[in-house]
């Protein structure tokens, strides 16, 4: 049997704050998607922003995610009750860091962070923030309720590349977590199907 080993909850306290949240990352076992969520203002310029802290309420129905109050992610959220999930893959790295630096650099009010990461912007169908069309997964949503932090949000379009729907795409998708450090990323690799077992 493996043995196990307690994980200290608290950094030293001699560390920065990028020191520290390094230290938590390092240390966070649970894989997660790597997603870029698109929104607008309320004078409809476009933000794009990387999320990581996501999870999938119903498939499909409901998405959640955390973000900064502070961020102009959540502020926009707040202001027009929408935002859409795009499903990047590895081909696009590159232009997703780029995307997620904004976050901690943001550029002046008014540039489309889109654009300015190498993406290009595609209109939804059912909302204002728009798509992304190097990404593989779009779910657009409306805000259903928001505290702390947390977004809450009902999905009403969907839309992928044609070659998901026929089982044929090669690109990867993106992941973070298992302990690596904030510097890299991991890929979805091989899937199979659960073992049978007996009642």
């Known amino acids: 049997m493996l043995s196990k080993v307690s994980l200290p909850m608290h950094p030293p306290k001699d560390l920065s704050t990028e020191e520290r949240a390094d230290w938590y990352r390092e240390r966070n076992f649970v894989i997660r998607p790597v997603l870029v969520v698109t929104t607008v203002n309320t004078k409809s310029v476009p933000n794009a922003a990387v999320k990581t802290n996501f999870m999938t309420v119903s498939s499909m129905t409901h998405y959640a995610f955390a973000c900064n109050p502070q961020h102009h992610t959540y502020r926009n959220i707040l202001e027009t009750k929408e935002f859409v999930i795009n499903v990047p893959t590895e081909e696009i790295a590159a232009k997703v860091l780029k995307a997620a630096l904004t976050t901690v650099n943001p550029p002046p009010l008014g540039v489309n962070e889109i654009e300015r990461a190498g993406l290009t912007p595609i209109p939804s169908e059912k909302v204002k923030p728009p798509r992304i069309r190097e990404c593989i997964a779009h779910y657009e949503c ?20 044609e070659s998901l729907i026929r089982g ?15 510097n890299s990323y991991g890929v979805v690799g091989e899937t199979k199907k659960w073992p049978r077992v007996s009642s």
Do not use: C, Q, Y
């Open 168 to 182: 044929k795409e090669e690109r990867k998708m993106m992941l973070i977590g298992g302990g690596k450090p904030r």
């Open 142 to 161: 409306v805000l259903e309720w928001h505290r702390n932090g947390i977004v809450f949000g009902k999905t009403v379009a969907a839309s992928v590349d």
